[in-house]
């Protein structure tokens, strides 16, 4: 009963801390977010048709090979914003697809690796829209080798959405443990008070992937997680497929009081208790009867006992004299008692 209780207890305390982890991961998407109308100005280039494609694929090559003079961090900013506009574009990504995605996150995660925020995008975009989550941990393997812990008070967050990817999108239980450890570790030593507090939350997600990987509600704040990342940065794509996901689990559709859609797992249903739980009937007592018996099975007259074989009856004892009586005694007892007087022999 105790490990059940702290099994729940648990779960709840994760619960928590993802949803602290994915508040964190949301605001940085939905400052970008904020941001696109603005963004869209920088650039009057639209990536739209198949030859712009063709263009804009050479004019990150060259990018990707041009030198920097020191200024890497202001190059991968460049691809960043050049992303964004590239992802906002949702009209012509549904005609054309994200085929140049992958080479903007190459070229951001070379020239600046630890750009945390970038991640989240990389992750959605090439994961969940693009189905390549073998790719994307690739790339994330560059900010994992590159980061610490002390650059930067989120620097946990790659690690978990590695961690995140290898579990729902590639079924790698050993790495996404080993991910999720790690993102605990990490989250331990920030500088950030909140995140500290989700390191053990991230420790006991490791053991949980290690010990019950299929737990219903583990993979419900995972998918929810990614469900909330997608209604923010507006991909019907990928919310479809966490949707898909999390009715498959089990989990049940409903909606706040400002008709936000969340998502919950029903209820388990009560034991019903019986009607007098502290007598329990014992059956072993209870002769098993056929349940349908038939007369043959019934004794016959020639099976039922004789008189002789009866069992002859103890006498009954006597009563006991009352007070003052002395008891009489019986004719039997008496002649019994009474010595017997010899008869004289006849004489001659």
Known sequence: MSTAMSHSSSLQRLGSGVLKVTIAALAIVGIVKLQQPQLSQLSAREVASAEDQRQEALRLSLARRSPTFGFDNLMADWAF???????????????????????YFDLMTRLDPRFVDSYVFLSGIMSYQMGKPEEAIALMDRGTTALTPK???????????????????VNDLQASQF??????????LSSDPDTRQVGPIFKQTAEFIRTDPNNKQMLLWSWSSIYDQAVMTRDE?????????????????????????YF?????????????????????????????????????????????????????????????????????????????????????
Do not use: C
């Open 151 to 169: 650059d930067h008070p989120k620097s946990f967050l790659v690690w978990r959405l590695k961690g995140l990817d290898q579990l729902l999108m």
């Open 81 to 103: 914003l050049n992303l964004i506009q590239y992802d906002g574009d949702s009209a012509t990504r549904k005609a054309v697809g994200y085929d140049l995605a992958p080479k």
């Open 264 to 348: 919950t797992l029903p209820p388990k249903p009560k034991a019903t208790p019986s009607a007098n739980p502290s007598v329990k009937p014992n059956n072993s007592a209870k002769p098993t009867e056929s349940p349908n018996a038939t007369d043959s099975a019934k004794p016959t007259d020639s099976d039922k006992p004789t008189d002789s074989a009866k069992p002859t009856e103890s006498p009954k004892p006597a009563e006991s004299p009352k007070p003052d009586e002395s008891p009489s005694p019986s004719p039997q007892a008496t002649e019994s008692a009474t010595p017997a007087t010899p008869k004289p022999k006849p004489t001659n």
């Open 237 to 261: 794509t990928t919310k479809a497929k966490a949707r898909a996901k999390l009715l498959e689990i089990g989990a049940i559709e409903r909606k706040d009081d400002k008709n936000n859609i």
């Open 179 to 188: 991910s999720y450890d790690q993102a605990g570790d990490w989250a331990l």
